[in-house]
């Protein structure tokens, strides 16, 4: 506390000097000379305030420290998002993929739209369930669809498979 003291008043001494000198030989700017004496005496003041307080209360830390992935670059992508994005890619390659990989994935969304939104089972009504879905839609999705006879044979096109995803969302 000393030496924030000691700081602030070698600080005033020079503005003392001068408005003395003011009072002294310019008493008619007296009244401008105080006021930019008080000025500078709660400069002084305010500066001496924030030294006590950064000493009594240090610099606040942080409660954890950021771990270092993810610090690192950008944010990695889910792993749930990265399978499904692998899957598709498969099914598009090749059928047997297709069939055992992302119809597995697409058939409980369809299945869970169409009960949800509409009210019907795939299962129990499968004609009204092709109706809502169109003809891409239902064939990649339908109960009993049989696996492909070729199985090195090509998956689903991009464009029919934007088909079915765009007849899901319509659900």
């Known amino acids: 506390m000393r030496r924030p003291l000691l700081r602030a008043a070698r600080f005033l001494v020079v503005p003392t000097v001068l408005l003395a000198a003011v009072v002294a030989w310019a008493p008619g700017r007296v009244e401008l000379a105080i006021r930019i004496y008080g000025l500078l005496v709660a400069a002084g003041v305010l500066v001496l305030a924030l030294a006590v307080l950064r000493r009594a209360y240090p610099r606040a830390r942080p409660l954890r420290r950021r771990p270092a992935a993810r610090r690192a670059g950008p944010r990695a992508r889910p792993e749930t998002l990265a399978r ?12 047997f993929d297709l069939h055992h990989r992302l119809r597995p994935r697409l058939r409980p969304i369809a299945t869970d739209l169409l009960t949800s939104r509409r009210g019907i089972s795939p299962d129990r009504d499968p004609e009204r369930a092709h109706a809502l879905l169109g003809d891409a839609a239902w064939d990649l999705v339908q109960p009993g669809r049989p696996a492909p006879e070729d199985r090195q044979a090509r998956g689903i096109p991009i464009p029919e498979l934007r088909a079915v995803v765009e007849a899901l969302e319509r659900v």
Do not use: D, M, T
Not at 84 to 95: F, I, M, P, R, T
């Open 84 to 95: 499904l994005e692998q899957e598709v890619v498969l099914g598009v390659a090749g059928s």
